[in-house]
């Protein structure tokens, strides 16, 4: 009852320098997501500064596009023409950093089944046209996954 | 540092205000302020403003202010500190007066949220709080923020959807005798837990309305005091505290540390601690905002708020009256004005002849929160001069 279909109109970002690798990842089907080269962690949003040590040695880098939902909340309301509720938005707690966390849709599941702790995996939607092309990145539940490889 | 007091307060109905601008409503709440100095005020003796305004909708705030009140002669700073800012306004009047710059200043907070239309209210004023590039492509408006902490904070608590209907329920239950508040009606935790669903787990009545409306104080230094009042109420804390704007690097999404900080900022500059707050007026823009409040504040143990809020011990009449008023639930929340409010309420509650009023407090906490949790302020004042 819950299948996904592409809804008629999403409002797509317009990527600036820091986050176009973020909303066009997808076009190669990768998450990516800013990491600091100095210390290692990943961050979100894009910054051209490590906001944890300061370090201008960043870069975006590939990730599993796996990870769990850390909060959601379903959206019973229609905002926007085109995005017609319930829809649901979570934040996702990546895999790789359990301290960095997407916020977006997810997706072919149950409002009823969705809880804290779920296991989910990255898909992505593209939009617009020519240069103004986004891959934006939504959530599903995932298949062929062990929970605990993820807690 | 001086010591600083209130010695006048007042503030337009919250409402939906229609007919009337920012340019209408400051000068309303100002000249209620000047009415409540009990031996009179000459608008000569302002000598610098303070404005708290989140957006504006006729134009240049500061230069709105001079002009609506005739203050034409002194400096007028506008504050803007998302849902902060009337708390924040607060703080830094009184910061002016304790330093010893100026001994008798104006606090004035306003919006207009009805400006915008009820649809477009949330995108709107997104704009002013969050980075909304990441939220419009996945259809996350702003009480989706505070949704996500409140599904996390009923996850990991015992809380549930009836302890944050207790909350708007209490408010509501305040606000009828306030007769500057919107939502002057009881209602039931039946008829919240039906209401219509917004963004889980909030429905339609665990959510503050859309309010315009204006509020006023009147600041002094200790060395003036006695020009206006024999009952001045004291500034005793004041607290400003920051955490991350996005969600995404939020360790524990069931605390705001905004709160946390401010809270111990004004404590500290106070010189009491949470147990001496006899009530106070807390950010309950959602009704779950409250709960989490009352532990941020220190009022009840981590993951303690539902059973605080079950017990009574915040409605008129228990240990620790929270949101008398009505609360932005109920009294209404139009941000500028609404930390200024909180101020105007306990001023009267501490001089005892508040609507709702609360025997025997001496001192009271006001806080908010905002931006949408990435900024907090809070005021501590007392009857006692300390
Ligand atoms: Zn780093």
Sequence with gaps: MNAYTRPDFRLPPQPTAESAAFWTGGERGKLLVMRCRACGHFFHPPAPVCFRCRSLDVAPEATSGRGTVAAFTVNQQQWLPGLPPPYVVAMIELAEDHDVRVTSNVVDVDPKDLRVGLPVEVFFEEWGEGEDRVWIPLFQPATDTHEGELA | ?386
């Design chain 2, 1 to 386: 540092m001086r010591r600083v007091a209130i010695v006048g307060a007042g503030m337009t109905p919250f409402k939906e205000h229609f007919d009337l601008g920012i340019k209408d409503l400051v000068p309303m709440a100002v000249s209620e302020m000047a009415g409540s100095v009990d031996k009179g005020l000459d608008r000569a003796d302002i000598q610098a403003a303070w404005f708290g305004e989140l957006t504006t909708t006729d134009g240049f705030p500061a230069g709105i202010l001079a002009d609506s009140c005739d203050l034409m002669d002194i400096p007028v700073t506008r504050v803007e500190n998302a849902c902060a800012t009337g708390n924040d306004a607060v703080r830094n009047a009184t910061y002016a007066v304790a330093s010893g710059a100026f001994d008798v200043v104006l606090v004035v907070g306003a919006d207009k949220v009805r400006e915008s239309s009820s649809r477009s209210t949330f995108w709107e004023w997104a704009k002013l709080t969050r980075d909304v590039a990441w939220d419009y492509p996945v259809g996350l408006v702003a009480p989706a923020n505070f949704a996500l902490h409140a599904a996390r904070y009923l996850h990991e608590s015992p809380a549930t959807r009836e302890h944050m209907a207790m909350v708007a329920v209490k408010n509501h239950k305040h606000a009828v005798p306030n007769p500057k508040a919107q939502l002057r009606y009881e209602i039931t935790v039946e008829q919240v837990l039906s209401a219509p669903m917004v963004v889980a787990p909030f429905g339609l009545l665990d959510c503050t309305p859309q309010s315009d409306g204006a509020a006023a104080l009147l600041v002094v230094s200790e060395d003036v005091v006695e020009q206006y009042t024999d009952h001045p109420v004291w500034v005793r804390g004041v607290g400003l505290g920051l955490d991350r704007v996005m969600h995404q690097h939020k360790a524990d999404m069931t605390s705001f540390p905004a709160t946390v900080k401010a809270a111990r900022a004004a404590y500290a500059m106070a010189g009491i601690g949470p147990q001496d707050i006899d009530l106070a007026e807390v950010h309950d823009c959602f009704s779950a905002v409250e709960l989490i409040s009352y532990e941020d504040l220190g009022f009840t143990d981590r993951f303690g708020a539902a059973a605080y809020v079950a017990s009574g011990a915040t409605t008129v009449g228990g240990a620790r009256p929270v949101n008398a008023s009505g609360g932005l639930k109920a009294k209404g929340h139009p941000p500028g004005a609404t930390g200024v409010a909180q101020c105007v309420e306990l001023f009267e509650q501490l001089r005892g002849h508040a609507s709702n009023q609360v025997d025997g407090a001496t001192t009271a906490l006001a806080h908010n929160i905002g931006g949408p949790t990435a900024v907090s302020a809070v005021t501590v004042l007392s009857s006692e001069k300390g």
